[in-house]
Each structure stands twice: as C-alpha cells, then as structure tokens.
C-alpha cells in the first residue's frame, strides 16, 4: 500500500473540509474501523515477523499523521464555529471604571443652576482674608461677642481663612452699583471641634441681592422657589428671627422634608436685610437701595437630600462612601 500516497490524498481532502459534519465524514473513511489504514494493519496477520515490524512502523506513522491532521482541522473549524455562529451580542461588557463628581460638587451644581434660573450671577471670592472684610465691615469689630461665634484659623499679620462667605458682601459692593444679584459659592474654615452637624471646613453659598424696592416679600419668594427645585418639591421651608450684627431685621431658615411630616426641622441658612450700615461702608447714597443677604450651608442641604447623618463622611477618605453617588 502506498502511505505517502495515501497522506497526500487525505491531506488534500481536509483541506477543502469547510464545516465539522465533513470532517466526521473524512475521520470514518480515513481513521475509521473500516478505513484503507485500519484493513491495511488488518493484513498483517499474514505476515512475517520482520515484515510486520517494518510495516507496522510505517503504518503507525501514517496513523499519527492523520491523527494530528484530525485534531488541528476540528480545532480551526470549532474555533471559526464558535467565533461567527455563537458570538453572544447579549452578553453585558466589561465595565471599565470611571470617576465622578463629590456628592457636595453635585448639590453644589444643582444649587448654583436654581439660582441661576432666577438670574443671579456667580462670582467668587478669596479664601483667605483680612480681619477687616471677615468682621468689621460686616459690624463685627473685634469685643463684639458675635466673633465667638466663628472661631477663627488666625494667619499672620491680620490674615484669617475666611470663617463665612459674607465678606464678599462688602467686596462686590464696593466695586458695584445696584441693582444686582450675586451668589458666592466656597469653602469656608471654623477653629472648632468636629461633631456630626459641624466640620472645620465647608461650603456655604452667599446671596445678596440688591435693588431700589426690596423686601423680606423678595427674599422669602427667591428661597423658597430654590429651595422647593432643589428637593424637587418635597420641601417645607420656616422663617425664624435671628440675630447678625451685618442684617436687619436678622433671621434662619429651617427645611423639613414632606415625605418625614415628623422629622425634625434643620437650620441650612442665615440671612437678612442688609444693615443700612454696610451701604454707608461702601459709600453708597443713603437711603436709595435695599438688599437681602443670606449664607446657605452646602453640606446640610447635601445630608437632608442625601439622607446622611455625619457630616464628617463628606471629607472622610472612605472611597466606597463616595462610590454610592
Ligand atoms: C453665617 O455664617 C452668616 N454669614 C450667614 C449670613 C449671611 C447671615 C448673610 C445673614 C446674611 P452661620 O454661622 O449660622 O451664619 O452659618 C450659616 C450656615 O452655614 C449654617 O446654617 C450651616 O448650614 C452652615 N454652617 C455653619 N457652621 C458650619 C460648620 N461648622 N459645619 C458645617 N456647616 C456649617
């Protein structure tokens, strides 16, 4: 018999095997029971014992070549198989990690956008301070007992890390005639022991509008309108009189949320008319503007809306608290 024949004929054929029933089809006629190579090894019964050995060798390497030639074929093909006819589009990809915003940047952006919405425009201020823009301008001079209560990081020479937003009050005043509307995001320091509601640094957001016929009417409207868009809706908002040597009259906002009637109200922001002495301060004509000014603290809105009870997890470097938003 001739094997080398036999190979080429067999390799020939596999090559043009296109799908894994030919195959099956090409393994039975040439490594089945009944194949040219099996009746071949068959034959050697008859044969002598040298013969056989020499035969024998041959015939197993033909063998093994046809085997290999087998198992290569089924594996391209099962492979090609797999790749164009099993190819599952359903299958969810992998997910590749991505960054995102601090939960106080996002109540940030959403607080900035509802004031913006009532034409306010957004200017910033300096972290550090002077003594003279951080209290006494704001009728704050340095006996005053109000100084306790923002105790303050001292710099040198006169300078403080600004416990408020309000100086900027004075600062855009002095550069601007009204009419206006301004909000002033930013981080503000108080030297103060840290507890659930309070941190030694956190945001609050400064408003002061002022214009020719402006009242208390102005300021509820404006707060609550934000307020209510900020919580979607589900919000109840409270006046209470309050004292700030830089307003008159001074007062608080309280919120509660609707779906908990009997949850506590919480204090977000102080505010106020603007004392008719800041206006002299800043040398504007008297008696010609009003203005309301309020201070709204970011991370209290930020626990209501998000259900938070510490404040101290806002800047706690626990990734998988910040991972949740
Ligand atoms: C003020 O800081 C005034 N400047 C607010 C103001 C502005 C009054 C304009 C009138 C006119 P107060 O200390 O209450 O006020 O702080 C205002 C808000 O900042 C608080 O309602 C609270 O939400 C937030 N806040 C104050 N201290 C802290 C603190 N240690 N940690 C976190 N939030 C604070």
């Not at 307020?227 to 009189?241: A, E, G, H, S």
Request: aromatic share 14%; net charge positive.
């Amino acid at each position: 018999m001739d094997l080398d024949a036999l190979k080429k004929r067999a390799q020939e054929e596999s090559s043009a095997i296109k799908n894994l029933s030919d195959l099956e089809k090409w393994r039975v006629k040439y490594l089945g029971r009944k194949s040219e190579l099996s009746l071949f090894f068959d034959s050697f019964k008859n044969l002598s014992l040298e013969d056989r050995k020499n035969k024998g060798a041959q015939a197993n390497k033909a063998r093994i070549f046809l085997t290999s030639l087998y198992e290569q074929k089924k594996k391209s093909l099962e492979s090609a198989t797999t790749h164009f006819h099993f190819f599952d589009i359903t299958r969810p990809g992998k997910k590749i990690p991505k960054g995102h915003l601090h939960p106080i940047t996002l109540v940030l952006n959403d607080i900035i956008r509802s004031f913006e919405k009532l034409g306010f425009a957004v200017v910033l201020g300096p972290e550090i301070e002077t003594e003279y823009y951080n209290f006494d301008a704001l009728r704050i001079p340095r006996n005053h007992p109000a100084r306790d209560m923002w105790d303050t990081f001292w710099l040198q020479k006169g300078l403080l890390l600004r416990t408020h937003t309000s100086p900027m009050q004075i600062r855009y005043m002095e550069k601007h005639e009204p009419p206006f509307r301004i909000i002033v995001p930013g981080k503000c320091f108080r030297f103060e022991a840290t507890d659930s509601r309070h941190e030694f640094q956190f945001h609050q957001v400064e408003g002061l509008m002022v214009d020719d016929n402006i009242s208390l009417a102005n300021f509820k409207f404006i707060i609550e309108e934000v307020l209510k868009d900020i919580f979607k809706n589900q919000v109840t908002v409270r006046f209470r009189p309050s004292y700030f040597p830089f307003v008159s009259p001074g007062l608080e906002v309280d919120i509660k949320l609707k779906n908990k009637p009997r949850g506590q109200w919480l204090e977000v922001m102080g505010a106020g008319m603007v004392h008719p002495d800041l206006f002299d301060t800043v040398k504007y004509p008297k008696n010609m503007w009003q203005g309301f000014a309020f201070g709204l603290g970011v991370e209290r809105i930020a626990m209501i809306k998000y259900g938070i009870d510490d404040i101290r997890f806002f800047f706690n470097p626990d990734i998988r608290f910040l991972e949740q938003f």
